[in-house]
């Protein structure tokens, strides 16, 4: 079982700033969270990975608060192509990584 | 290194057939994933190679399956006498011989079993 819980969907429209929210009550001390992207007929896509406080990159912002039982993705400024299922996961660097059914967000004009 | 190739993309068959699916990860990635993948659901984990050698498979993976990563470069998954139920999209990883960061996965290969 997956051991993330987080919205099966969300809209949005272009140019907002999407933040799609990430339950994981048991996290573990090892566990790293971390998202992907997946888009249809492809493999997912890594986006971006942390443990606690605030993490960015050039896609994305990860902000996990102290207790580390929720998180959120950011996406600044989406656009139609960000239309994808985002998954979230917990990774302890292990080999039996759990996907979830993701959130399937869609970005309309 | 453009990534983590999968082939065919594409696989019809019949059922009761055997298929072999092929993945190539990144040259300098030591661990290799295969998950399924069907609609509407998330990647399903089915064996796990570091190197050459299969470390963990899941209960997923029966009888009927079998991988191999001869000299821990390529992979390759079997299917023997598929069932409809084998229809899926089946999807190959790799990753660093280190902690967290991530997974490369590969664009999968689509196998229906009709």
């Known amino acids: 079982l997956a051991k993330t819980t987080q919205p099966i969907s969300m809209d949005s429209y272009e140019g907002q700033e999407v933040n799609i929210t990430c339950s994981h009550n048991n996290i573990a001390t090892n566990d790293y969270i971390t998202w992907y992207q997946q888009f249809p007929s492809q493999g997912p896509r890594f986006i971006i990975q942390g443990y606690k406080t605030k993490v960015t990159n050039e896609v994305a912002s990860l902000f996990i608060p102290a207790d580390r039982k929720s998180s959120t993705l950011s996406l600044p400024r989406v656009s139609l192509s960000d239309t994808a299922v985002y998954y979230c996961?917990?990774?302890?660097?292990?080999?039996?990584?759990?996907f979830g059914a993701g959130t399937r967000l869609f970005v309309k004009a | 290194d453009t990534g983590v190739s999968q082939d065919p993309r594409h696989k019809i068959t019949k059922r009761g057939q055997n298929v072999t699916f092929r993945c190539d990860p990144i040259?300098?990635?030591?661990?290799l994933y295969w998950y399924r993948q069907t609609l509407g659901q998330g990647p399903e984990f089915l064996t796990y190679f570091q190197n050459e050698a299969q470390l963990e498979k899941s209960r997923l993976l029966s009888d009927r399956f079998s991988a191999e990563r001869p000299k821990g470069s390529f992979s390759t998954l079997e299917i023997q006498r598929t069932e409809q139920g084998d229809s899926a999209m089946y999807l190959c990883?790799?990753?660093?011989?280190?902690?967290?960061?991530?997974?490369?996965f590969g664009s999968g290969t689509r196998l229906t079993v009709v």
């Open positions: 990883a790799s990753s660093l011989d280190r902690e967290n960061y991530g997974y490369t």
């Open positions: 996961l917990l990774d302890t660097g292990g080999f039996k990584t759990i």
């Open positions: 040259s300098e990635h030591n661990r």
